[in-house]
């Protein structure tokens, strides 16, 4: 099956600027994270849906950050404006929902943020 | 709230050696699962070992093998037979049912040819 494809792998932008990225889970994933991952760091939930409802936001900056996942498949992270402490990983995950006997999260390869 | 913390930032082991990555964590829950990941200079979380906290015996893949002690919160990983394609950063995680993973700060391991 194929994995969790994200885009653009690699980002570059100024500081004030905006930027968005996407993620496409494993066809049937009901569930969808977003993690950010400082250098050096573990990586850190920003947002978890379950089809297209969000159940854990709680670690969002709302200020600048947003999120969707409008059909319950494919997903948008936003940053707008960007701040130099954004500059991280940026990893999508999906598995199947809950109540499927299945946590195995699946990853993509990331998108990698620098803020200038 | 859950935590996970990994106390070895950087660990090295000769080729075909066996090393150990300690793994502690706090929580209240009784039922919840265990993850060893490792991710490798692509990025690309890997998921090597998986523990059922409900299960006593203790999770084996291949080379990769845990020690699981419930009530002392402590999730260490053994990697036998130490290869070069095992250098990698490997992080410990802790989820709860279908919630978030909530990760370590993660163990560079380096290995020696």
């Known amino acids: 099956e194929a994995g969790v494809a994200q885009s653009p792998r690699y980002k570059i932008i100024e500081k004030r600027q905006s930027v968005a990225f996407w993620c496409n889970p494993i066809s049937g994933h009901a569930t969808l994270y977003w993690y950010q991952q400082i250098l050096g760091q573990g990586p850190k939930l920003l947002i978890q849906f379950q089809n297209n409802g969000v159940v854990d936001d709680s670690q969002l900056p709302k200020d600048r950050f947003s999120a969707e996942r409008l059909k319950g498949v494919d997903s948008t992270l936003k940053i707008q404006p960007a701040k130099l402490e954004d500059s991280a990983v940026y990893l999508c995950?999906?598995?199947w929902g809950p109540g499927s006997g299945n946590t195995e999260a699946f990853f993509g390869q990331g998108t990698r943020l620098t803020v200038v | 709230a859950q935590t996970v913390t990994q106390s070895q930032p950087e660990m090295s082991v000769q080729e075909a050696e066996t090393v150990t990555l300690s793994c502690t964590y706090d929580t209240s829950e009784s039922d919840y699962y265990l993850f060893w990941y490792k991710q490798p200079p692509s990025r690309q979380m890997i998921l090597v070992i998986r523990?059922?906290?409900?299960?006593?015996q203790n999770a084996t893949e291949n080379r990769f093998s845990v020690n699981f002690q419930k009530a002392a919160k402590s999730f260490s990983l053994k990697i036998s037979d130490s290869q070069l394609g095992d250098a990698a950063m490997y992080f410990c995680a802790y989820r709860r049912g279908a919630q978030k993973l909530v990760f370590g700060q993660g163990t560079r391991l380096t290995i020696n040819p």
């Open positions: 995950a999906s598995s």
């Open positions: 523990q059922e906290a409900y299960k006593q």
